[in-house]
């Protein structure tokens, strides 16, 4: 059986990837308040770019809840 090679990570998404192993699953902005704390839009973009090339590495798994996308690893 061939084994399957691990999309590389960043350090930046490996921080992200720890907090969802903490605490399951987050939305973009519960992400961005636990990964800096002073805010920001710039902040939010940065996660929600983070998050995306970690969904497309297949990395991460997100869902539709309400208004928000909800991330889990």
Not at 12 to 35: C, F, M
Not at 44 to 52: E, I, N
């Amino acid at each position: 059986m061939k084994k399957r090679a691990q999309p590389a990570v960043t350090g930046a998404e490996l921080n992200v990837l720890e907090q969802l192993w903490k605490g399951g699953e987050a939305t973009i902005g519960e992400l961005r308040d636990s990964l800096y704390p002073a805010g920001g839009n710039s902040k939010f973009a940065t996660v929600q770019k983070l998050l995306a090339r970690l969904v497309e590495k297949g990395l991460v798994q997100r869902r539709k809840h309400a208004a928000n996308w909800v991330f889990r690893p």
